[in-house]
């Protein structure tokens, strides 16, 4: 089983709509979470992140950290076509430094 | 500012050969990261630097892959010998400190590599 666990899509929503991404994990010792957004045939850029648990907003994103569930989502309201992209999640211990694990991304395509 | 650089773009090598993959950090920037993407296993760590020194190469898949960083601006992964399996695109990434992890890393633009 991987630690990290996400859906890999694709996923394709019209212009407009509410997107929810979410990955679970296995190991309850992650405190960090992020969100990684990755536009084809580039480097992943950083999007948002968390620390333990509790929603943080940015803008039309909404991350969620559910430590209980071990499961985290990160919700685009109003999408748009440039939201297209692949978006992967990244959880690290407390320990580990720059350490990352990340999910395998979810493929989203956002239809005019 | 140019990002973090990596070079080549794109490497088709035939298999048992020599594979060099080059990055540079943005400057200033302490951590140096190297990562392997797949469609099967994802993006996965396979090395980090901090103050040019290998903190955590338990990512490195095997003997045939070594990552060197000879000073704050330059860095190597070398593939010897490489194997079809080894096709992926392999990124570089750089932050300013390896603590918090929430500190973002930079990644370059990739090495798309193809063993044939």
């Known amino acids: 089983q991987k630690e990290v666990e996400q859906d890999p899509g694709p996923l394709s929503v019209p212009e407009g709509a509410i997107v929810s991404l979410n990955c679970t994990y296995s190991?309850?010792?992650?405190?960090?979470f992020m969100w990684y957004r990755q536009y084809s045939r580039k480097g992943p850029e950083l999007l948002m992140y968390?620390?333990?648990?509790g929603n943080k907003e940015d803008g039309r994103f909404t991350a969620q950290v559910d430590k209980s569930s071990k499961y985290i989502s990160l919700f685009i309201r109003d999408s748009q076509p440039s939201d297209s992209a692949t978006y992967l999640c990244?959880?690290?211990?407390?320990?580990?430094?720059?350490?990352?694990?990340f999910g395998q991304g979810t493929e989203l395509s956002v239809k005019p | 500012d140019a990002g973090v650089i990596q070079s080549p773009r794109h490497e088709v090598t035939e298999m048992g050969q020599e594979v060099t993959l080059r990055c540079k950090p943005i400057?200033?920037?302490?951590?140096l990261f190297w990562y392997r993407q797949t469609m099967m296993r994802g993006l996965e760590l396979l090395i980090y630097f901090n103050n040019n020194v290998p903190i955590d190469d338990s990512g490195m898949p095997e003997d045939r892959f070594s990552a060197k960083m000879p000073n704050a601006s330059f860095s190597t992964l070398k593939i010897q010998p490489s194997e079809p399996r080894d096709s992926a695109v392999y990124f570089c990434?750089?932050?300013?400190?390896?603590?918090?992890?929430?500190?973002?890393?930079?990644f370059g633009p990739g090495t798309r590599l193809t063993v044939l």
């Open positions: 190991n309850s010792a992650f405190q960090y």
């Open positions: 990434a750089s932050s300013p400190h390896p603590w918090p992890p929430t500190d973002t890393q930079y």
């Open positions: 400057s200033g920037h302490n951590s």
């Open positions: 968390t620390y333990s648990s």
């Open positions: 990244a959880m690290s211990l407390y320990n580990q430094g720059g350490k990352l694990i």
